[in-house]
């Protein structure tokens, strides 16, 4: 019942994208990768996309040099310079990326929004950022913006309010450092908790059993983003 399904859901999945392609073929989708990541973590959904017919803007940010007040702006700001002038604007984020458009949205307006799917971001914070920014190192290897992500009266995410506009959220279930899953509540994908991924006002959610690390280039994520962002709404095994 289980092979059933899936085969079913990959079914929807490619039939929904064949027959969104044509009417989102003029739409940009704006990729923002993580913290302490670059641009090349996300070429495998730049590439997915485009194929798909979207213009794709990939846009690198120095993620780990300024705090998430002055990230947003930087990154956005070029990234929506780039898009075409007509169709809709959607976002593809993981991790640290989901926040800054979180952030840019609450303080700025983009007319042409369309949606947004991130990718394992820690809209709750992140109880591994708690336990360990206090540890000599952290602020070297995550910068500002890393130790705006936990789950204290600093946090960036939990001082952001619900949202207004089209959120798909992929969670992770799986994780390789065990370490730091212990600071978390389970499940989690090694850095947030499936819980923390989740945001009042989001349109849909799905949590897929890969790391935090290496979901935003999974394939099936990258499926259920191109799906969600041509539809509205994910594809579901159980349905």
């Known amino acids: ?10 079914v929807v999945i490619m039939s929904l994208l064949m027959s969104a392609t044509a009417a989102r073929a003029t739409d940009c989708v704006i990729l923002l990768h993580g913290l302490a990541r670059t641009s090349a973590s996300m070429e495998q959904a730049a590439k997915a996309f485009a194929e ?13 040099d300024h705090p998430v007040e002055e990230l947003a702006p930087i990154a956005i700001n ?19 990326g989901g926040i800054l458009v979180r952030y840019y949205l609450e303080h700025n307006e983009i007319e042409r929004l369309g949606r947004v799917v991130m990718v394992a971001p820690p809209n709750r914070g992140s109880q591994v950022v708690d336990s360990l920014k206090g540890v000599p190192g952290f602020e070297i290897l995550n910068g500002p913006a890393g130790e705006q992500l936990g789950t204290d009266e600093n946090s960036v995410p939990l001082g952001l309010g619900p949202v207004d506009y089209p959120v798909g959220i992929i969670a992770g279930t799986q994780t390789f450092n065990p370490i730091l899953s212990q600071f978390l509540p389970n499940p989690d994908d090694g850095k947030v908790s499936v819980e923390s991924t989740k945001i009042e006002g989001m349109t849909d959610f799905i949590a897929l059993p890969h790391s935090h690390p290496f979901i935003m280039k999974a394939p099936d994520a990258i499926d259920q983003a191109i799906t969600f962002i041509a539809t509205g709404r994910f594809v579901h095994s159980a349905e």
Do not use: Q, W
């Open 1 to 10: 019942m289980i092979f059933k399904n899936s085969i079913c859901a990959c």
């Open 52 to 64: 798909r017919g979207f213009a794709v803007v990939n846009v690198g940010y120095p993620s780990r």
């Open 78 to 96: 070029e990234a929506l310079a780039a898009c075409p002038n007509d169709g809709k604007v959607h976002f593809y984020t993981h991790s640290l």
